[in-house]
Every structure is written in C-alpha cells, then in structure tokens.
C-alpha cells in the first residue's frame, strides 16, 4: 500500500514568490495535516484539515493557507515567500481528526533565495 | 501552555551499549504520546503511540514506556542502523483537532 505521497521533493523559490506543495494520504485516511520543519527542530504544526473542513491552525501568518479536496489530498500554498520559510514541509495523515496512527510523508525540501 | 522536553540532545553509543532517551511532557490532557524515529533528510516514520501511564510497547530493540510526566524510550543492544533523531510528540485531548506537539529530538549516533 501507498504512503503518504508528497510533491515536489525539492524546489527553490526567490523571496516574494508563491509556491504550492502537494500531499495525497493513506489510501482510507480523511484526515491531512501539515507541518514546518527547521533544521535542528521538531516539525511545527500548520493545519490540519479533515473531510475538506479547516479543523486546525498553527501560529502561523496568513501567508499560509491549505484545503483539502473531496479526494482527501491536500494542497499548502505559502504567499509572499520569506527566507525564514526555507524548511522541509511535511504532510501527515491519518484516519480521523484525533488520529491515534498518524504517519508523515517524507517531506518537500522548500529553500528561498 | 503544552511543551515537550527531550534530553538528552544528542547521544553517542557503542554497539551493543544499552541506554534510554527521555521525553517530559506538559500538556492539559493527554489524549496520546508518540514516538518517531527521522533519518537525516526523511520525513518521521511513526514507531509507538501511548495512551496511559504505565502502558509500555515494545519494537524490536526499541520500549517505550510512560508516566504521567514524561517518557523513556529504551535501546537494548543497539546497532548502527538504529543511528538517527528521534521525536517526541504529544496530541493534546479535548477540542476537535489532533494536532502534534513535538520536542526538538535526540540524536543517536551508535559506533561498531
């Protein structure tokens, strides 16, 4: 069975720019969250959204924004690209909104010039 | 305000030398304590999920315990492929979202 499925892998985008990054689930997963992951830290948490309805936000800018699609992938667009947003983003999924088995993507290396 | 501490830093081990990494959480009602091992440049793969203090899970070389202030994550005979950071993370209970809360991680380096 398929992991949770993430795209790019790696991009580079100048300051001021906008970037999408991409993120299908587990096959049978409703839930989609997103997290920032800088170099030395713990992941962050973005969003979360389950059956395309927002049912979380992190203490992030409104720079950032996600949705969910009614095949339960999920897309993080992030506006007006900062040097400080230069992370690895990750995507996790699991079953429900308080998953009990929440399993990560392996990431979209994100680097701003 | 819910934080996880995870102590130590960084650990060096010798094959085969047995140790535990620790996770001290503090969080207004636990609703689960994860744990994740991340290989450089990899998403987290998810080992253990505990609910309950003193519930323990075990995985190969790998025993997670709890309490109801922190967890330990024991190695038994380690081998170099266990090298790699591993993550704390609580999700606190009550309201209708599941996000995590993780610790900044330890990393295992373990020499032949």
């Known amino acids: 069975d398929a992991g949770v499925t993430q795209s790019p892998t790696h991009l580079i985008k100048t300051r001021g720019q906008q970037v999408t990054l991409r993120c299908s689930p587990i096959?049978?997963?409703?839930?989609v969250s997103w997290y920032q992951q800088v170099l030395g830290q713990g992941p962050q948490f973005i969003f979360q959204?389950?059956?395309?309805?927002?049912?979380g936000r992190g203490n992030f800018p409104d720079r950032f924004s996600a949705r969910q699609f009614p095949n339960y992938s999920s897309e993080l667009n992030v506006n007006a690209l900062l040097l400080g947003d230069s992370a690895l983003y990750l995507c996790?999924?699991?079953?429900?909104?308080?998953?009990?088995?929440?399993?990560f993507g392996e990431g979209s290396w994100l680097t701003v010039v | 305000e819910d934080q996880v501490t995870q102590s130590p830093e960084a650990l060096r081990l010798q094959e085969g030398e047995s140790s535990s990494l620790n996770c001290s959480y503090t969080?207004?009602?636990?609703?689960?304590l994860f744990w994740y091992r991340q290989d450089p440049g990899k998403g987290p793969e998810f080992l253990f999920t505990?609910?309950?203090a003193g519930e323990e899970k075990e995985k190969e070389r790998l025993k997670a315990t709890l309490t109801k202030k922190e967890s330990f994550l024991h190695i038994t005979a380690p081998k170099p492929e266990d090298s790699a950071t591993y993550l704390c993370?609580?999700?606190?209970?009550?309201?209708?979202?599941?996000?995590?809360?993780f610790g900044k991680g330890t990393k295992l380096s373990v020499k032949p």
């Open positions: 996790a999924s699991s079953p429900g909104p308080g998953g009990n088995t929440i399993y």
């Open positions: 096959s049978g997963h409703k839930s």
């Open positions: 959204y389950y059956e395309k309805e927002e049912r």
């Open positions: 969080v207004s009602g636990l609703r689960g």
């Open positions: 505990l609910y309950s």
């Open positions: 993370a609580v999700q606190a209970g009550g309201g209708s979202q599941g996000n995590l809360i």
